[in-house]
């Protein structure tokens, strides 16, 4: 089971915008539509952020998006704040006797 | 509203058993909509999934560390548990336990994090 890819770091000005790329395998992101995005503040726990590819959870700005194209998931933050810099991690169900597999993080920076 | 709370020794020796429980409050833990997770952080590292649990005592582990952990669940008092055996400094981490859900396979509420270290 090896972690999705995710770049390390990704930078944008406010009102920016950027997009996360998590990559996987036909195992997992490309063979299922169970791609979740988390946020983590330092000294905090995550915080599930979509769900499902590209669903938002009540609460959670509509600012934040995601997609998938093959093995490929994206998430997008439009109109970039201030408060948005923190880590972001990918995860994907994946088929086997395993349930979960996490990205290794990408650091947003807001410049 | 849910919450989960990680309870347990925040030091442990090399070799021996770390040994941590999860409680849930404003949900139960029979219900069948979700499993119950275990997540950890190295320190200045990203997030490992360790493994989850059904109510009914299936258990799903990490394959990096099947062979050292056990988890399990008391429906009695709500909570859920995480052993890991035979422990090393690598296993210096912030331990999480999670809700994740059976239907979209993510973890939507979190406990605040312990850390454990290893070390003599």
């Known amino acids: 089971q090896s972690a999705l890819t995710q770049p390390a770091s990704v930078s944008g000005s406010p009102g920016q915008s950027i997009t996360i790329s998590c990559t996987g395998t036909s195992s997992d992101v490309g063979g299922y539509n169970y791609v979740s995005w988390y946020q983590q503040h330092p000294g905090k726990a995550p915080k599930l952020m979509i769900y499902?590819?590209?669903n938002r959870p009540s609460g959670v700005s509509n600012r934040f998006s995601g997609s998938k194209s093959g093995n490929t998931a994206s998430l997008t933050i439009s109109g970039l704040q201030a408060e948005d810099e923190a880590d972001y991690y990918c995860s994907s169900y994946t088929s086997g006797s395993t349930l979960e597999v996490f990205g290794g993080g990408t650091r947003l920076t807001v410049l | 509203q849910l919450q989960l709370q990680e309870s347990g020794p925040g030091l442990v020796k090399p070799s021996e058993t770390l040994s941590l429980t999860c409680t849930v409050s404003g949900d139960s833990i029979s219900s069948s909509s979700y499993y119950w997770g275990w997540i950890r952080q190295p320190p200045g590292k990203g997030l490992e999934w360790i493994g989850s649990i059904y109510y009914s005592g299936n258990t799903y582990y990490n394959p990096s560390l099947q062979s050292r952990v056990t988890i399990s669940v008391d429906r009695s008092k709500n909570q859920f548990s995480l052993k890991l055996s035979s422990v090393t400094a690598a296993d210096t981490a912030v331990y999480y336990c999670?809700?994740?859900?059976?239907?979209?396979?993510?973890?939507?509420?979190w406990g605040q994090g312990i850390l454990v270290t290893v070390s003599s």
């Open positions: 499902d590819v590209n």
């Open positions: 999670a809700r994740h859900t059976r239907v979209s396979y993510c973890f939507d509420y």
